[in-house]
């Protein structure tokens, strides 16, 4: 079965560079959410999108935005990087039916 | 506002062994969900089990079975005969209505030794 498609899986910046983390979610899935996941932390909610508003907001800096295209996929642009966004970033999609959030592989950012 | 508290931080145990995963929760919804997901090393998220706030019934799968207690506000998880495979960081999660966000407890990080 297809799963969250995550790109890319692992990204290294500097600091005060911009990074772009895209998503495709499972089809016919109609809700993406991303997360944050520091390390040795739980994962922190970051924003969520239903057939393409954004639908819910978390503790997402204001250097960060996303957006969901016409083809459900979904990006995070994040600029102005600082060592503390590294982290392993999460996409997970759902569908109205099941509402049961399944996550991709998730993409490990590095800022040096 | 949602809380979900998993007090073990980390349990060693020697393969063959059965561990219980303890996860309480605090809500002020009537309807809610809660979820399972395991982290392996390799740091995927991936789902297991999900409850809705009426259902209260336990489950098991194969060696994996909950048990869901709202007098108690736990939903906890057992894993029977654990096998190294199972080592493991395990996220108990809440969400408060359909559709919306997760919250996730601190994790119980699960060591599973031959």
């Known amino acids: 079965a297809a799963g969250v498609i995550q790109s890319p899986r692992h990204l290294i910046k500097e600091k005060r560079e911009t990074a772009t983390l895209k998503c495709y979610p499972i089809p016919r899935h109609d809700t993406v959410y991303w997360y944050q996941q520091g390390p040795g932390q739980d994962p922190q909610f970051l924003i969520s999108f239903y057939e393409k508003m954004q639908s819910d907001k978390g503790s997402i800096p204001d250097r960060f935005s996303a957006q969901q295209f016409s083809d459900y996929h979904s990006e995070l642009n994040m600029s102005s990087l600082e060592l503390g966004d590294s982290a392993l970033y999460f996409c997970?999609?759902?569908?109205?039916?099941?509402?049961?959030?399944?996550f991709g592989a998730g993409t490990r950012l590095s800022v040096l | 506002a949602q809380k979900v508290t998993q007090a073990q931080t980390e349990i060693s145990v020697v393969e063959k062994e059965d561990v219980t995963l303890d996860c309480v929760y605090e809500?002020?919804?009537?309807?809610?969900?809660l979820f399972w997901y395991k982290q392996p090393p390799s740091g995927e998220l991936v789902f297991l089990i999900r409850r809705n706030s009426f259902d209260e019934q336990n489950e098991i799968s194969g060696r994996y079975s909950w048990n869901f207690q709202k007098s108690t506000s736990s939903f906890n998880f057992t894993i029977t005969a654990s096998q190294v495979v199972d080592s493991a960081v395990y996220f108990c999660?809440?969400?408060?209505?359909?559709?919306?966000?997760?919250?996730f407890g601190k994790g119980t990080m699960l060591l599973v030794s031959p």
């Open positions: 997970a999609s759902s569908s109205l039916a099941k509402n049961i959030q399944y």
């Open positions: 999660a809440l969400s408060e209505r359909g559709y919306s966000t997760l919250t």
């Open positions: 809500t002020r919804d009537t309807t809610y969900y």
